[in-house]
């Protein structure tokens, strides 16, 4: 019987990559999206193609909403059975700023996006995955950079998933549900030009020891290998996916 992964925010970027992956490897793969139906019907089409027909389907959800979030879950397993991977990916970056420049309405998007919205998400994982099953949370170099100049309430954000896989990897431990992490850096996706800055990624991606910015698919590969048997005896990690960055 064919294993079921549910993603967040994987109409685009590394959600969609892992979604395409997951199918391409034969799970079920149920992913939210917070907008843009043409995207996530794209990502649908990329799931199909990658596995097979109706093996994957997208369902509208605002992560910081807990009955959508909480929906979201009850809808995949209506639809496919047990969940058995959890991929935390949804987030948002705003604008370059100075913290002095910050106010607060940025802040607190930024917040109960990628902060409260992954906390809900880690939540009904916990409730819901069996025993075997596997969280993977999609921080940032960031939480490890700080970002100065650019997005410190971003980097603290993430600073925050980190905390929780940490600790949530202690708590599900004994129930047999490990939790990691994977820490992307210069990763080329559209979340650069969603904050303004299309040339983020060719600025600074020949600036990491390996000379280049990864891709989406990259970061995919390490995701799916958390979540598979094959990191069986991997919890509480959190792996750098940064080009040495």
Not at 161 to 170: A, E, N, V
Request: hydrophobic share 40%; charged share 20%.
């Amino acid at each position: 019987m064919a294993k079921t992964v549910l993603i967040t925010g994987g109409s685009r970027g590394i959600g969609r990559a892992a979604a395409v992956l997951f199918a391409s490897r034969g799970w079920n793969v149920a992913f939210s999206f917070v907008g843009n139906q043409q995207s996530a019907d794209e990502t649908c089409a990329l799931c199909e193609r990658a596995g097979v027909t109706g093996n994957a389907f997208a369902r509208k959800c605002d992560v910081r909403d807990e009955d959508s979030v909480i929906d979201f879950f009850r809808t995949a397993y209506e639809r496919f059975g047990a969940i058995d991977g959890v991929v935390n990916n949804a987030g948002i970056v705003a604008p370059k700023s100075t913290l002095a420049d910050m106010d607060v309405d940025r802040m607190k998007n930024v917040f109960d996006t990628n902060v409260l919205g992954a906390y809900l998400v880690a939540r009904e994982a916990a409730r819901m995955l069996p025993n075997g099953g596997s969280i993977v949370n999609v921080s940032s170099m960031a939480a490890k950079l700080g970002s100065p100049g650019e997005y410190v309430d971003y980097a603290g954000s993430k600073g925050a998933i980190d905390t929780l896989t940490i600790g949530l990897s202690k708590e599900l431990g004994p129930k047999g549900i490990r939790v990691n992490a994977v820490r992307p850096g210069i990763i080329n996706t559209d979340i650069h030009a969603s904050a303004g800055r299309p040339e983020r990624v060719s600025e600074l991606g020949p600036g990491c020891p390996l000379g280049r910015a990864g891709n989406a698919d990259e970061v995919a590969q390490s995701i799916y290998w958390l979540i598979s048997d094959d990191a069986s005896y991997v919890t509480g990690a959190i792996l750098d996916v940064s080009g040495g960055r």
